[in-house]
């Protein structure tokens, strides 16, 4: 929905649809996966540990409307801004530790862009809702769980609650009890489940990263029971 470090708006198109009603994102950061395409029309439960971000959900789902989007003023490249929503648009890790950022011109467009997208998507979200609570307090629910935790390597450190608080054996172990079915996302060093290659990212300066994932469907494991 905004700008955000690791969101997954460009490859969301690379994951399996949702086979269930309900999708629940337990990371949720800025929930691509659950907005691109027709995914947003399911009931969507957010999880978000950092209540900045918890706190913009809130927001967008109970209260704004987008006249009141619109009238979000631009931002000038050189001035200052602590508003935690224009920090995050840097969409770098350090944003998650400033208290105030300088406008960039990076920075200025992104937000202009991000606005108007809110504005014209704000609808999509009215019949979500968020929790901000520690990924493991998400009810059980049969849903399509899209499980996307900061990565067991050095990008997924620079969120306020990043890899170095996650016990990934729990993680996965956990994400194994879940009814319905998980899609779960991660990098280069995920090795606590079996993952699978997804696809390469070309970055900057002719270096790439690989993005990985996992998937189970509960569905599938019923009737390879029922038929052996
Ligand atoms: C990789 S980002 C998710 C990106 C998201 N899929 C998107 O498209 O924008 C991981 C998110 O998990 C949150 N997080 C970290 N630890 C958490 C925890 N224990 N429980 C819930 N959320 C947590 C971080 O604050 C961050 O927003």
Not at 115 to 138: G, T
Not at 179 to 193: A, K, V
Request: aromatic residues 14%; positive net charge.
């Amino acid at each position: 929905m905004f700008y955000y470090y690791g969101r997954k708006k460009q490859i969301a198109k690379y994951y399996p649809p949702p086979n269930y009603s309900t999708i629940v994102e337990p990371f949720a950061g800025s929930a691509a996966y659950s907005l691109h395409g027709d995914n947003w029309k399911k009931e969507v439960l957010l999880i978000e540990k950092d209540e900045r971000v918890a706190s913009i959900w809130e927001w967008l789902i109970n209260e704004a409307t987008p006249e009141q989007v619109n009238k979000l003023p631009d931002l000038k490249v050189g001035e200052k801004s602590s508003e935690f929503l224009h920090i995050i648009h840097a969409a770098t890790k350090m944003a998650f530790h400033y208290k105030t950022i300088k406008v960039t011109p990076v920075l200025a467009r992104n937000w202009e862009i991000s606005k108007r997208y809110i504005k014209a998507n704000l609808f999509k979200i009215k019949h979500w809702r968020v929790m901000c609570a520690d990924y493991s307090a998400a009810p059980n629910v049969t849903a399509t769980w899209f499980v996307d935790p900061p990565y067991k390597e050095d990008s997924g450190k620079g969120y306020r609650h990043g890899s170095g608080s996650i016990d990934y054996s729990h993680l996965a172990a956990w994400a194994e009890s879940r009814r319905g079915e998980i899609i779960f996302c991660e990098g280069t060093c995920g090795d606590y489940l079996p993952f699978t290659s997804l696809l390469e990212l070309k970055g900057v300066a002719g270096k790439s990263s690989k993005e990985v994932y996992y998937y189970k469907s509960s569905k599938a494991q019923k009737q390879i029971q029922l038929f052996t």
